[in-house]
């Protein structure tokens, strides 16, 4: 659904564009989920490649989802866990607020730019509400 001219479209000056957001969730994986499994809290940013294109961040969101699925696999969720803050937490508590609910939030985002591009948004899990059945 995001097409080139969408990746670097914004809904206001000094809010990121598509493709910044896109590249945010991606590395923000990998630092969730590096820190989860113990190697500690390093953010790549959210630059985009030079003249992004759809099919390069989707590659780089679906390597982002092995490597976090592969350090999940791997990971003492029973372990600690850093927060940004400094603080220790059991390790599984990222997995919540750094990786499912920091997705979800900026799922919804992405979303809230392709409504306001014109473009109707993917339904979260196959549907749209107006579809499931009464």
Known sequence: LLTEELLEWRPA??????????????????????????????????????????????????????????????ADLAGTARTVAGSEVPAFMPVFGGLIEHEVHHRSQLCEYLAAAGVEPPPLYGLHEEDLPG
């Open 13 to 74: 000056h000094g809010e990121w564009t598509a493709a910044e957001l896109v590249t945010h969730i991606a590395n923000s994986r990998l630092m969730n989920s590096a820190n989860i499994a113990g190697g500690g809290l390093h953010y790549a940013g959210h630059e985009p490649p030079p003249r992004p294109t759809p099919q390069v961040l989707c590659r780089h969101l679906e390597y982002t989802s092995t490597k976090t699925l592969e350090r999940l696999r791997n």
